[in-house]
């Protein structure tokens, strides 16, 4: 599997394409004021407390207030509680948590009313970004991720993904957090460490451990609802997480996001600052790459898969819909059921596409085509788990159901990607009316009298839809001859692909544009 990350920065901000064998399967856009984002660390004020909901309203500096659930407080929130406040009040000056003294773990089952008020100080880190009309959702159980492991205040514990299974690496990988992490510290260590040599790992520590300093130095100085530490860019923590030998290109835009990831990459993998590059080309980007194609093929409500069938996306404000049909699709017409188990399984491989590429989340309902065979069913809802085995969001994917749906829950923590694909028409400016082409090329001849006797202008091009273009230059005697005959001087005509049937422009000798 080849990938590649095609990184464009607009006037909008960076929008970041992850493609695996040229094909599209994750989009992120990334604001410049990246505020909010998913990691980032606030000093939160408490402006409400909901002992109804168990929970708190907070105030981080959003328009709207942040969700604090007690479940999210984490079983140190006291300790943390009591660290900000005496950082604050300049009676704990460490940058570790050496002669920090912990304070006892919070009551699974208790209430949010006995351990915060209202006007309170306390670091929150943004656990879903604001989606919709709500806020951002809090987690007060602070944690610093790396590529490698996830550093956890006021914890001994060391974790390992249960994805690494060999017990003889989940030992050695134990033994060497253990030797080098600080004390207070809990460490996560992630899946991509399997293997991974001691000094990579320790560095990686290293740099969360120095992250971990600075909050803790701008910790007494951060005004309430301020951000005191940023996650890094989109772009950087998808290659964080991604990184890996098969990535084979990435592409920026911009000369400055360039330097930025090229550091980046060299900081984590220096063998792989060979594969970041600065696309210079003439074209967009997105362009250049077809990526552009492919947002348009596949954000819209319907989305055509290669053998003929199409899937048919609704959402709701409570789940999304997804409808399998079959189209135009007859690869084994004596067979009903290998036909439907057919398409089924490419609609399942774009399923799982769909929903990287677009960030669903929540509830989403698929309605395959109806399968007879037992051992059809179960194939397909194996194939399906196997395609979503590339998704890094949790989800939950459950047996069909007997009337064939398949539900599938995905943790969503970003706004989904929602792009408008339908364009508004440039013949009639959305009005349904277009000016009779009848007379379309009375105003081509009108405007061309305009430029070569008015404005006296030499070696012009008319540049029109194929269609016009075709009109104006075939036949024995054609319409540009006649103008030629007419004007003394021949007109280059052009046609344009990408202009409406009624759309004309003409351009100078510099292949400057002429404003008529």
Not at 111 to 134: D, F, G, H, R
Request: some cysteine.
């Amino acid at each position: 599997m080849v990938k590649e990350l095609i990184i464009n920065l607009t006037s909008s901000g960076v929008t970041i394409a992850l493609m695996q064998d040229k094909q599209l399967v994750e989009l992120n856009k990334e604001q410049l004021d990246n505020s909010y984002a998913v990691g980032d660390i606030y000093m939160g004020r408490i402006k409400k407390i909901m002992p109804g909901l168990n929970a708190a309203f907070v105030d981080v500096g959003y328009e709207k207030d942040a969700f604090l659930h007690y479940l999210d407080l984490g079983p140190q929130v006291q300790s943390l509680l009591k660290l900000n406040k005496q950082v604050r009040g300049n009676s704990y000056k460490d940058r570790l948590l050496d002669n920090f003294k912990k304070e006892a773990d919070i009551d699974k089952g208790g209430k949010i009313s006995s351990i915060l008020t209202k006007n309170q100080l306390l670091p929150v880190q943004i656990a879903k970004e604001p989606i919709s009309t709500k806020g951002p959702r809090l987690s007060s159980d602070l944690s610093i991720a790396g590529r490698f492991v996830v550093l956890v205040p006021f914890s001994d514990v060391i974790s390992i993904s249960k994805k690494i299974r060999s017990n003889t690496e989940r030992t050695r990988l134990k033994k060497i957090v253990e030797g080098i992490k600080p004390a207070n510290f809990g460490v996560i260590i992630r899946t991509v460490s399997e293997h991974k040599g001691v000094a990579e790992i320790q560095k990686d520590l290293l740099d969360l451990i120095s992250k971990w300093e600075t909050l803790m130095k701008k910790l007494p100085t951060t005004d309430p609802s301020k951000r005191i530490l940023g996650e890094m860019g989109r772009a950087s923590t998808i290659l964080r997480d991604l990184l890996n030998d098969e990535f084979s290109n990435v592409y920026v835009n911009d000369p400055a996001i360039y330097e930025e990831v090229k550091s980046y990459v060299h900081e984590i993998s220096p063998e792989l600052e060979k594969i970041v590059k600065l696309y210079k080309g003439k074209e967009p980007i997105f362009e250049h790459f077809g990526i552009e194609k492919q947002i348009k093929g596949s954000f819209g409500r319907t989305v055509n898969l290669a053998g003929g069938a199409y899937l048919v996306v609704e959402h709701t404000e409570a789940l999304h819909v997804i409808d399998v049909n079959s189209g135009n699709r007859t690869a084994s017409p004596e067979n009903q059921e290998e036909n439907a188990f057919m398409v089924n399984k490419e609609a399942a491989k774009e399923i799982a596409r769909q929903l990287r590429l677009r960030d669903m989340g929540g509830i989403v309902v698929v309605d395959f085509i109806d399968m007879h065979k037992a051992p059809n069913r179960k194939d397909l809802f194996d194939y399906l788990k196997s395609e979503m085995l590339l998704d890094r969001a949790k989800h939950t994917i459950l047996p069909p159901s007997k009337f064939g749906l398949v539900q599938i829950t995905r943790q969503r923590v970003r706004p989904e990607m929602n792009i408008v694909t339908n364009e508004k028409c440039p013949s009639c400016d959305g009005t349904g009316e277009i000016k009779a082409s009848i007379v379309l090329l009375d105003d081509i001849v009108a405007n061309l009298d305009y430029v070569l006797n008015e404005q006296a202008e030499k070696g012009i091009t008319l540049c029109v839809h194929p269609y016009i273009a075709a009109f104006i230059t075939k036949g024995l005697v054609s319409l540009q001859m006649k103008w030629f005959f007419k004007y003394s001087q021949w007109i280059k005509v052009r046609s344009v692909s990408s202009y409406h049937l009624t759309e004309f422009h003409f351009l100078s000798a510099k292949e400057e544009e002429i404003k008529l």
